[in-house]
């Protein structure tokens, strides 16, 4: 383990090898955190969290990263995220599983392995994030959805609770139900960014006629719409969610 200051670590928690730790980290009592893990400044880390374990992937070695088998390719939590107690987050297979800057995962949620999780993101009590899958930034997933390995959560999107994410959702997408069901746009999401309060009206126009093109936020000088734009159009293997009655969440 190496440190650039003097993190707050219980001593019931195990930290092995290959985990290097910044400023200010907090990591609670019975956590368990396993290399190859970078952490950075500010971090939470609650109890009784499970962090580094191998990928539960068949074809590979569950190697005993506490004795210095650091055989896999990392986890990585960005700085301010919070990772509270019973989370559990594997190791990435071809690339690190990564956690963004100031992300909040909530109690007993879960992360396989080659996961990314946007910054700013929100990922509820009992989610479970599938092999693979992806998570915008500033998306916010309710309690206990399930996102299937290889499928994607556009930034700014909502996931209703209990929501089976088995296709592709959308930037600023309101989806929910079982089946999902893009139900309109996360007006939140855009007033947050400084987006004017018509462009969510137009956008849950566009979805509402099975339009995903996202031009209606054509023109938006923003980061992360631009962003949020630019990954939509360049997403490989997309099969967007199916579109349901419309709706803007207010």
Not at 25 to 36: D, E, K, M, N, R
Not at 93 to 117: C, E, I, K, Q
Not at 162 to 167: D, F, H, K, L, Q
Not at 201 to 222: F, K, N, Q, R, T
Request: charged fraction near 20%.
């Amino acid at each position: 383990m190496t440190s650039t200051a003097s993190p707050e670590i219980h001593p019931t928690a195990v930290v092995g090898p290959g985990v290097e730790i910044g400023e200010r980290v907090s990591i609670g009592p019975h956590a368990t955190v396993l290399g190859p893990c970078r952490i950075g400044d500010d971090v939470f880390i609650g109890s009784s969290a499970s962090i580094g374990g191998p990928p539960e992937v068949s074809s590979l070695r569950q190697n005993r990263a506490w004795t210095g088998d650091l055989d896999h390719a990392g986890v990585i939590i960005e700085s301010g995220a919070v990772i509270r107690d019973l989370v559990v987050i594997h190791q990435g297979s071809v690339r690190p599983t990564r956690v963004g800057a100031g992300a909040w995962l909530l109690n007993m949620s879960y992360l396989a392995h080659d996961v990314s999780v946007g910054a700013g993101a929100v990922i509820s009590a009992g989610v479970r994030l599938g092999g693979h899958s992806f998570v915008g930034d500033g998306a916010n997933l309710g309690m206990n959805v399930a996102v299937h390995q290889r499928r994607s959560v556009g930034h700014g999107a909502m996931v209703g609770m209990g929501t089976p994410v088995s296709r592709d959702v959308p930037p600023f997408a309101l989806v929910y139900g079982t089946p999902p069901r893009l139900r309109g746009v996360n007006a939140v999401a855009l007033k947050r960014l400084g987006v004017d309060e018509g462009v969510a009206g137009e956008l849950a126009a566009e979805y509402s006629a099975g339009d995903l093109s996202l031009d209606a936020l054509e023109g938006v000088d923003v980061d992360l719409v631009l962003a949020a734009r630019r990954w939509w159009s360049e997403l490989p293997d997309l099969r967007a969610v199916r579109v349901g009655a419309a709706e803007v969440a207010q």
